[in-house]
């Protein structure tokens, strides 16, 4: 279903994003991801909440960027909250197919949050506009997956999390109903199943429907299998519908959080409204996720200048590579943007007390942490770069120099200024497209 038009541009669209943004460059963009999305759905409908719950958790850390796809150690893609999401696979072919009818021109960023909305028409809910524009993060890091609601928070740490994102109380209400489709695992929940609570016979969490209790104990037995996973929505977890918040009133939310929404006043008149048919109180609950996904799909968006298109062909997890020819040495003041770097050393590349100085290629070297260098939006002294780079590790330890295994689809990303090189050094790069 579609939403009305009108409705649709009543959005307030944030920081350079619109609909409608590749109509000239890249006119089926559009197509070509919901196309992409169908065919990976048909072969495994759990895509669908996967791809949903990845573009929340995107936006959640570093803004809406597409940082949630960034393959490696240490990455937001590596934490338990995205690490067995499924969806990866169709955001990375529409990548592809994008990649070949038009090079480097659609984002990562864009493609998740085009595929999210994909995912809800896939199982029966409303369509909407997509405001386009995103340019991809450079920065993955696992340590800030903290901005993420987890499953046991009080819905005051839910609103705090969610007010500095600049999403309100029905913006909580209304993204948690995507837990309308999709699993979850028994580690998440099997806390409130047993010894729990002792004002309840069964020791359980008393939020919960007696009657419920026993089969979610059979689904999820103390000391089972963690990883088991459940449906969120008991008897629809694969349509977009209210249900999920019919089982909140009748005590079958399957997360301690869930349930929090209608056992908490501030949330609980919310989620009644979406149950309400008709009247001055009822609200649509596919037209009110609309809005709040077009909201947090605003969420520090960068636009313009900032970040990049990540232009790896075969992934949205490879961050973009530009090789630097041997002897190449930086200037003060010299950009190395979007994952320059050296075409391979023999001795990586050589720092000296004035330059950074890629030296002779070799056919393969070892790869440390591609996040090492990352520095986004800081501009750092050339010591402060090797004091960094070697407290991750990422020198050898016997020359000192950075390696790099030539051939990868990604490589150590500087995202830096060069401070301290000398003004008169040769052969100097100054080319902000890095």
């Known amino acids: 279903m579609f939403l009305l038009l009108g409705l649709a541009n009543t959005f307030v669209h944030g920081q350079g994003t619109r609909v409608g943004f590749y109509s000239r460059t890249c006119p089926r963009a559009e197509v070509i991801v919901r196309s992409t999305v169908e065919s990976h759905f048909r072969s495994n409908p759990a895509i669908a909440p996967g791809i949903l719950r990845m573009h929340f958790h995107d936006c959640f850390v570093q803004g809406c960027d597409g940082s949630v796809l960034i393959d490696g150690p240490n990455t937001e893609k590596s934490t338990v909250p995205n690490s067995g999401i499924p969806g990866y696979a169709a955001i990375d072919a529409a990548k592809t197919q994008l990649e070949s009818a038009c090079p480097g021109v659609v984002s990562c960023a864009d493609i998740l949050a085009l595929a999210a909305r994909d995912a809800v028409v896939l199982t029966k809910g409303f369509?909407?506009?997509?405001?386009?524009?995103?340019?991809?993060?450079?920065?993955?890091?696992?340590?800030?997956?903290?901005?993420?609601?987890?499953?046991?928070?009080?819905?005051?740490?839910?609103?705090?999390?969610?007010?500095?994102?600049?999403?309100?109380?029905?913006?909580?209400?209304?993204?948690?109903?995507?837990?309308?489709?999709?699993?979850?695992?028994?580690?998440?929940?099997?806390?409130?199943?047993?010894?729990?609570?002792?004002?309840?016979?069964?020791?359980?969490?008393?939020?919960?429907?007696?009657?419920?209790?026993?089969?979610?104990?059979?689904?999820?037995?103390?000391?089972?299998?963690?990883?088991?996973?459940?449906?969120l929505d008991t008897g629809s977890a694969g349509r977009f519908d209210t249900t999920f918040f019919t089982n909140l009133r009748n005590g079958r939310g399957v997360l301690q959080s869930d349930q929090l929404l209608w056992t908490d006043p501030s949330t609980r008149t919310i989620a009644e409204r979406f149950l309400r048919v008709r009247g001055?109180?009822?609200?649509?609950?596919?037209?009110?996720?609309?809005?709040?996904?077009?909201?947090?799909?605003?969420?520090?968006?960068?636009?313009?200048?900032?970040?990049?298109?990540?232009?790896?062909?075969?992934?949205?997890?490879?961050?973009?590579?530009?090789?630097?020819?041997?002897?190449?040495?930086?200037?003060?003041?010299?950009?190395?943007?979007?994952s320059s770097v050296c075409t391979g050393c023999n001795q990586a590349a050589e720092t000296t007390e004035h330059a950074l100085l890629c030296c002779e290629a070799v056919d393969e070297l070892v790869c440390c942490n591609r996040n090492a260098w990352v520095?986004?939006?800081?501009?750092?002294?050339?010591?402060?770069?090797?004091?960094?780079?070697?407290?991750?590790?990422?020198?050898?330890?016997?020359?000192?120099?950075?390696?790099?295994?030539?051939?990868?689809?990604?490589?150590?990303?500087l995202g830096l200024r060069v401070e301290e090189i000398e003004s008169d050094s040769v052969n100097a790069v100054n080319d902000n497209e890095f």
């Open 127 to 231: 369509s909407w506009q997509v405001p386009t524009g995103r340019r991809d993060g450079r920065v993955s890091l696992a340590a800030d997956v903290s901005s993420l609601p987890t499953p046991t928070e009080s819905i005051e740490a839910q609103e705090q999390k969610f007010s500095i994102k600049g999403l309100n109380t029905q913006d909580l209400v209304t993204l948690v109903g995507a837990h309308t489709i999709g699993t979850t695992a028994c580690r998440f929940f099997s806390n409130r199943l047993y010894n729990f609570s002792t004002t309840t016979a069964s020791g359980a969490d008393p939020t919960i429907n007696p009657s419920f209790v026993p089969t979610l104990r059979a689904l999820c037995p103390q000391n089972g299998d963690g990883a088991r996973l459940v449906d």
């Open 375 to 413: 520095f986004e939006g800081k501009s750092l002294s050339f010591e402060q770069i090797l004091i960094a780079v070697k407290a991750l590790g990422c020198f050898d330890p016997a020359s000192e120099c950075l390696a790099i295994r030539s051939g990868m689809a990604f490589a150590t990303e």
């Open 280 to 338: 001055a109180q009822s609200l649509n609950f596919n037209v009110e996720f609309a809005k709040s996904m077009v909201k947090m799909s605003n969420i520090g968006v960068k636009s313009g200048t900032q970040g990049e298109i990540r232009r790896v062909r075969f992934s949205c997890g490879g961050l973009t590579m530009t090789l630097l020819p041997p002897s190449t040495i930086l200037l003060k003041g010299a950009y190395v943007g979007t």
